[in-house]
């Protein structure tokens, strides 16, 4: 059975010094809601990956997370909000 998406919550991350923090029991992320644009893809694709392979290391994590940021990019992906 496939795992549920994650809950993800936009708020002010400044006292926990972080842009962006997963929670693998919950599976939920906190992105800080300050972040636009490219920053908050990088951020956004982070925590993803925190949360889908919770046995790889920061490193890891960091590495892909950014090669993946960097593709979307590339490509034209763009966060668009409709209202």
């Given at each position: 059975?496939?795992?549920?998406i994650h809950q993800v919550v936009h708020r002010?991350?400044?006292k926990e010094r972080a842009y962006g923090?997963?929670?693998t029991e919950d599976n939920?992320?906190?992105?800080?809601?300050r972040l636009h644009?490219?920053?908050y893809m990088l951020y956004l694709l982070h925590e993803h990956f925190h949360l889908k392979h919770p046995?790889?290391?920061?490193?890891k994590v960091s590495k892909e997370s950014s090669k993946t940021a960097r593709f979307m990019?590339?490509?034209g992906f763009r966060f668009v909000e409709l209202k």
């Open positions: 059975m496939a795992k549920k002010k991350l400044g923090i997963a929670y939920k992320l906190e992105i800080d809601s644009g490219y920053r046995d790889w290391s920061e490193t990019w590339q490509m």
